[in-house]
């Protein structure tokens, strides 16, 4: 079945710097690939997402490719701030097409100084 | 922000004591979601709804049951909590399975059993 690995954290960098955050799936055909956002204490927020192969999905900044020749949805970001602060979400969906289900990778914890 | 509320939002319980945790939805989806969030596993799917009256299990559905008889309201009962049921519990709806599989998050319930 469908699969996803995330690359393990915490990160921890500095405002400004280049964030990368690596996820990598095993999927059976080219399913929709999402990332979450999860600030403290709130609930999960979709951040982007990328619905086909060779897609990029966007949004706050953030970016990531659906690549299939690597099967992998890196998130990335040019100049994080002090408020990217927060637990990320690599995810696909799994299962019957009909139960909208989503595997969630372990997560990783962003912590960004001033 | 879609419309999703937790109710409570912090529980405290004893051991062999039953708990039910509501979600309750403004958006008329159709599908709905009951993780745990734990440190170390990410989020895992408890059970999930497909309907009214329509549910099935997730992947750690072992101590949990659930019921659907409205459209905005999907309960979670621990029929008899134990200490490894101490968990964040986050309920999540969606609207279209088959085509988006984007899903809303709930603020999340933190139940204690002592």
């Known amino acids: 079945g469908n699969s996803v690995t995330q690359m393990e954290g915490p990160v921890t960098l500095s405002e400004e710097a280049f964030l990368t955050i690596n996820c990598t799936y095993t999927?059976?055909?080219?399913?929709?690939l999402f990332w979450y956002v999860q600030y403290p204490g709130e609930g999960l927020q979709l951040l982007l997402k990328?619905?086909?192969?060779?897609d990029k999905g966007s949004n706050k900044g953030f970016e990531a490719t659906y690549r299939k020749e690597t099967t992998s949805f890196h998130l990335e970001k040019g100049s994080v701030q002090v408020s990217d602060s927060a637990v990320y979400f690599c995810?696909?969906?799994?299962?019957?097409?009909?139960?909208?289900?989503?595997?969630f990778g372990q997560g990783t914890t962003l912590q960004v100084k001033p | 922000d879609a419309g999703i509320t937790q109710s409570p939002r912090h529980k405290v319980t004893e051991t062999g004591t039953p708990v039910t945790l509501r979600c309750h939805q403004t958006?008329?989806?159709?599908?709905m979601y009951w993780y745990r969030q734990d440190p170390g596993h990410g989020l895992r799917l408890i059970h999930y709804?497909?309907?009214?009256?329509?549910?099935d299990k997730g992947e750690v559905s072992d101590g949990y049951s659930v019921s659907r008889s409205k459209t905005e309201d999907f309960l979670l009962t621990l029929e008899s909590a134990t200490s490894s049921q101490t968990s964040v519990y986050f309920c999540?709806?969606?609207?279209?399975?088959?085509?988006?599989?984007?899903?809303?998050f709930g603020p999340g319930t933190r139940l204690t059993v002592t």
């Open positions: 995810a696909l969906p799994y299962g019957s097409s009909n139960t909208g289900k989503l595997i």
């Open positions: 709804s497909y309907g009214v009256k329509d549910t």
């Open positions: 999540a709806i969606s609207g279209v399975a088959q085509t988006d599989y984007e899903q809303y």
């Open positions: 958006e008329n989806h159709r599908y």
């Open positions: 990328a619905t086909k192969a060779d």
């Open positions: 999927a059976t055909g080219y399913p929709s």
